[in-house]
């Protein structure tokens, strides 16, 4: 079946670099039309979609956000890897991976069960 | 940028109700809107596609529609597991998520 899982630091220094990977089984980021996402919610806000990898390598991301955004994938395939620079306090939030198979409509299928994120001193 | 409003920004129901929820696009934005939703503590979940498709899998009670810049979802019959925040979310330039209506027992 399909899952994805979010690894990465509970807890990151301001202005420091975030990387938080998120593993995906179940199905292939080489098929034509998927891709995996990353979307973030910070404690009782609303979501905020940040990026997605597509599976011929296009990568979408949030203007808001591209320059401190960058969405690599490892050479095994099944994860996906989000790097967030200079982070901040209102980067403190719930960040959850998820799948779009959508053939580029944007849909988020399945998710990962997100992990917490801290910027704190 | 696309920004979506919901409203309401909660409201309360009880068992067997039905609801209306409104999702509202600054521009047109065709039939590209989908739904979530999302109960405390979770991860959410997709619930309907392109304005009005149900995902596999989503009780038919659940049903949307709408097209260029207004939207609903509807939920017929609240069931106890039901009551969550909903979020809809564009995608006709990129991605953006609505504000959310949160759903709660009357």
């Known amino acids: 079946q399909i899952s994805l899982k979010e690894s990465g630091p509970t807890l990151v220094k301001p202005t420091q670099t975030l990387t938080l990977t998120c593993t995906f089984s179940?199905?292939?980021?080489?098929?034509?039309?998927?891709?995996v996402g990353w979307i973030r919610q910070p404690p009782g806000q609303a979501l905020e979609w940040l990026a997605v990898f597509y599976w011929d390598g296009d990568i979408r991301y949030n203007p808001a956000l591209r320059s401190r955004l960058t969405l690599t994938k490892d050479t095994a395939g099944n994860q996906v890897v989000l790097t967030m620079t200079n982070v901040g306090p209102v980067d403190t939030a719930t960040y959850y991976c998820a799948r779009d198979e959508s053939l580029g409509k944007y849909w988020f299928d399945y998710w990962g069960q997100g992990t917490l994120v801290t910027v704190s001193s | 940028d696309i920004q979506m409003t919901q409203s309401p920004s909660s409201l309360s129901a009880s068992i067997g109700d039905t609801v209306t929820i409104t999702c509202r696009a600054s521009?047109?934005?065709?039939?590209?809107l989908n739904w979530y939703q999302q109960r405390p503590g979770r991860a959410p979940k997709f619930l309907v596609y392109d304005a009005s498709n149900l995902q596999s899998g989503v009780p038919s009670r659940f049903s949307g529609s709408g097209f260029g810049t207004d939207f609903t979802l509807t939920i017929s019959g609240l069931q106890p597991e039901d009551f969550a925040t909903y979020y809809c979310q564009q995608a006709y330039t990129l991605v953006t998520f609505g504000p959310g209506t949160k759903l709660d027992i009357k």
């Open positions: 521009q047109s934005i065709s039939s590209y």
């Open positions: 179940g199905f292939s980021l080489n098929t034509p039309g998927v891709g």
